[in-house]
Each structure stands twice: as C-alpha cells, then as structure tokens.
C-alpha cells in the first residue's frame, strides 16, 4: 500500500533531497533558471507550513514520488516538484500526490493552485486562464 505524508524536518531531508535531484536530473529541459540549488540548501525553505508543504510517497519502506507547494501571494500558491519514480508509474501515486497537494492548498486558505509548466498543465488537466 502506498502512502502519502507530509515530510518531516530533519527526519526525511535526505529523502526530500533525493527524490528532488532525481526529478531535476530527469527533467526534459534545464531547471537551473529556477535556483534549486538554493531550494535544497535551505529546505523546507518555501514549502514550510503553514503556507507550504512537501509531501512524500513511500511504498514497501521506500520514497517513490513527491509533490510539494508553496505560496504565490495570499489567495494562491504554485504546485511543484510533482515526480513519481518510473517503478511506481501507474500505480495512481501522481494523482494522489496532487490530490493531496489540492487538499492541504484548500486546508491553508488558498483559493487557486497554479502550475506553471505545460506537462503540469497536461497531466493534471488544470486550466489555462490569463493572469490579471
């Protein structure tokens, strides 16, 4: 059985930093534009509660997918780091890794959860709208 939770700090950092790499690592452009560097050094960083948060997938006693959010301005946050390891693929760790972000947004106070890359937009079947 797969589980979603929230990670813990300092407890899954290690975890937390794998799983980010590896998603980094297997993206089909570069992320350098988006500092991750930084946003491993100083984890939980941005995705702290109560205005963030970081979500691990674990199956068999391993991590097999992440997901994580963080604030945008006070109504809205941004999904990221959504990765499910290709093993787990198919397994509905991905959909439950953003129903779970989707929750926990709604749980802050947010009233809209913004991707903003176009596989994020694809998968999870979000909406485009312009930005007022």
């Given amino acids: 059985m ?35 560097e930084d946003e491993l050094a100083t984890l939980p960083g941005k995705y702290a509660a109560p205005r963030g948060g970081l979500f691990l997938a674990w199956h068999a006693g391993a991590v097999v997918g992440c997901s994580g959010f963080r604030e945008v301005d006070g109504t809205a946050c941004e999904m990221k780091r959504v990765y499910v390891r290709p093993a787990a693929r198919g397994l509905s760790v991905g959909r439950r890794l953003v129903e779970r972000v989707l929750d ?15 596989a994020g937009i694809k998968n999870f079947k979000f909406v485009i709208t312009p930005v007022k």
């Fill in 2 to 36: 797969t589980r979603i939770e929230r990670a813990r700090f300092p407890e899954d950092l290690d975890a937390v930093k794998a799983i980010f790499c590896e998603y980094i690592g297997s993206a089909s452009v570069s992320l350098d534009f988006q500092n991750y």
């Fill in 104 to 118: 926990e947004a709604r749980a802050a106070g947010y009233a809209r959860s913004q991707v903003f890359s176009k």
